[in-house]
């Protein structure tokens, strides 16, 4: 007589939620520019040496920097996010490793 094994599928229906995606920036002269941290190792550095290539190219008006306590901290939970939303026009994130 065979025998049989249960297998199991550890699988759900994918969520799906539609967002709204704010449009593309093609020229950063006179803008305030965010800088966003997750804490992922190196992240801070490439995010600084992407903000000193930014203020040698553009004509910023200033950049700003957020962190956010790891990379469990949900965005639309961080106050952090949502103070670099309301002071920069436009944000850049790092999850670099």
């Known amino acids: ?8 599928i550890p699988t759900a229906e994918p969520k799906i ?6 449009p593309r920036v093609y020229d950063l002269n006179g803008m305030v520019v965010g800088f966003l941290w997750n804490e992922k190792p190196n992240g801070d ?6 903000r000193e290539h930014l203020l040698q190219r553009y004509k910023l008006v200033r950049t700003d920097w ?15 996010v949502k103070q670099l939303a309301a002071s ?4 850049v994130i ?4």
Request: proline share 0%; aromatic share 2%; no cysteine.
């Open 1 to 8: 007589m065979a025998k049989t094994i249960d297998v199991l």
């Open 17 to 22: 939620k539609k967002i709204l995606v704010n």
């Open 45 to 50: 550095f490439l995010l600084h040496r992407l």
């Open 66 to 80: 957020g962190q956010v306590d790891g990379v469990h901290v949900m965005a639309e939970d961080a106050s952090e």
């Open 88 to 91: 920069a026009d436009t944000v």
């Open 94 to 97: 790092a999850v670099g490793d």
